[in-house]
C-alpha cells in the first residue's frame, strides 16, 4: 500500500513537472506573437510610475503603443492603472502624459484609472471601450505577460491581437526568469480560478 502510494505521488509530481516545462515554453513561445494588424484602439496595461513619471516598464510598453499609432495600426490609445500605494499619480494619467509629450492627439487617448491588476486593466478598458463602440484591439505589454493577458482578453470576449513591446526592459536572463516564474504563478492562478468559475 506504501508502495503503491508512493508510486502514486511520484508520478503526480512528474506530471506536475512536466505541465510547468510546458506552460514554460508556451509562454516564451507566445512571447515572439506578434499579430501588425489595424485595430480600433491598443490597450497599453498598466505598469509602476515613478513619482510623476511612467516607470523605465511602462515607458517601453507605451513606446511601443505610439509607434503603432504613429503608423496607423491604431486609431486610439487606451491607457490604464489606478494610483499604487505611495503614488499620487495613476499609471493611467501618467501614461496620458508621456503619450502627449510623444505626439498622440489627446481625443485620441481613453483613460482607464481604476484597475490594479491584469484583468482589472482589460475589464475596465473594455467596458469604456465598448461604450465608444470599438470593436478591435491591439493589446501592448512585455512580451512574456501576453500569453496572460491575451487569455484573459478572450475570455472576456475581446477581439484581441497580441503586440508586445520590442524595447522590454526584461532582456537578460536575470530579469526574464523572475518575471517568467511570475507569470507562470499568475497564469495557473487564473486557469484554476475559470475552473472554479465554470463548475
Do not use: C
Not at 506530471?15 to 508556451?26: G, K, N, P, R
Not at 494588424?37 to 513606446?63: F, Q
Not at 500605494?85 to 489627446?106: I, K, N
Amino acid at each position: 500500500m506504501i508502495r503503491r502510494l508512493g508510486k502514486g505521488a511520484a508520478i503526480v509530481i512528474l506530471l506536475f513537472v512536466l505541465y510547468l516545462l510546458y506552460l514554460a515554453y508556451s509562454i516564451m513561445s507566445f512571447s515572439n506573437v506578434n499579430e501588425l494588424r489595424k485595430t480600433d484602439a491598443a490597450i497599453v496595461l498598466g505598469a509602476a510610475v515613478w513619482g510623476d513619471e511612467p516607470s523605465p516598464v511602462l515607458k517601453e510598453r507605451l513606446n511601443h503603443a505610439i509607434s503603432l499609432y504613429d503608423k496607423g495600426y491604431t486609431r486610439l490609445i487606451i491607457v490604464t492603472g489606478g494610483i499604487g500605494e505611495g503614488d499620487g499619480l495613476s499609471e493611467a494619467e501618467a501614461s496620458r502624459r508621456y503619450a502627449l509629450l510623444h505626439g498622440v492627439r489627446d481625443e485620441d487617448i481613453l483613460l482607464e484609472s481604476e484597475s490594479s491588476i491584469t484583468e482589472q486593466n482589460l475589464a475596465n478598458a473594455y467596458a469604456i471601450a465598448k461604450q465608444k463602440q470599438l470593436e478591435t484591439f491591439t493589446i501592448v505589454s512585455d512580451p512574456l505577460h501576453m500569453k496572460r493577458a491575451l487569455a484573459m482578453a478572450s475570455d472576456l470576449g475581446m477581439d484581441a491581437y497580441s503586440s508586445p513591446t520590442q524595447t522590454t526592459v526584461y532582456k537578460s536572463l536575470r530579469t526574464k526568469l523572475p518575471f517568467l516564474a511570475r507569470e507562470m504563478f499568475f497564469y495557473m492562478g487564473y486557469e484554476a480560478k475559470e475552473l472554479f468559475a465554470k463548475g
